[in-house]
């Protein structure tokens, strides 16, 4: 039988991904005294794509030893995080609601990228990737930011919105990973896993 993959996250859009993929996954979440949290915070002067990529590799970092300390078979761990991003300045999950309305509008009617970074690690191997892509919001008026925040969509979401629910209304463009802005770019996690000598695929 195959060895099943160890996703370490949270977010039941990428084990959604994964099963896109046919892999078989179980969750490997973190301990009740880790603090996971504590593994996003910025650096001064980082940019998007050297915080994303090192946020991702602190993520398998906590994983590899969780897997470790918990004595569970052989088996890919799979790690990723998203981050957006307007320029050089980093939007990610809004703590309250009036956050949440303040980077809507400030991604209103403009183009940003959404980054997310990929790491797999198996036994002594380890890969990364990093996807980038482009998304054009229409403009949103007040009435408009209001309604989306007090759906809770928001909340918990980099940037502040979830390209798969509400906020597509507003998408105008994507140039990119659709799946790389839902969190978790499905060609670099295939060629990432193949990497490690997992199959992937029919």
């Known amino acids: 039988m195959t060895p099943v993959v160890y996703l370490a996250s949270q977010s039941p859009r990428r084990s959604q991904l994964l099963e896109q993929l046919g892999v078989r996954h179980e969750l490997l979440l973190p301990d009740a005294d880790e603090n996971a949290e ?6 001064p002067g980082e940019g998007p794509a050297d915080y994303v990529v ?4 602190l993520k398998l970092d906590a994983a590899l030893a969780r897997r470790r300390r918990r004595g569970l078979p052989p088996g890919p761990v799979l790690c990723a995080d998203t981050t957006v991003a307007l320029g050089r300045r980093i939007l990610g999950k809004p703590a309250d609601a009036a956050q949440a309305a303040d ?5 209103a009617g403009r183009s940003h990228r959404v980054l997310t970074a990929v790491a797999v690690g198996s036994g ?3 890969h990364e990737a990093l996807n980038v892509s482009q998304v054009r919001f229409a403009a949103m008026g007040a009435a408009a ?3 989306y925040v007090a759906s809770g969509e928001p909340m918990g979401k980099a940037g502040a919105y979830a390209v798969q629910g509400r906020a597509a209304a507003f998408i105008r463009e994507i140039r990119g990973s659709y799946s790389g802005i839902m969190g978790l770019p499905l060609f670099e996690t295939a060629a990432l896993l193949q990497a490690v000598g997992h199959p992937v695929g029919p």
């Open 38 to 43: 504590a593994l996003e915070a910025e650096m």
């Open 54 to 57: 090192r946020v991702t590799g």
């Open 103 to 107: 980077m809507l509008r400030q991604l």
């Open 124 to 126: 002594r191997r380890r």
């Open 145 to 147: 930011v209001r309604a």
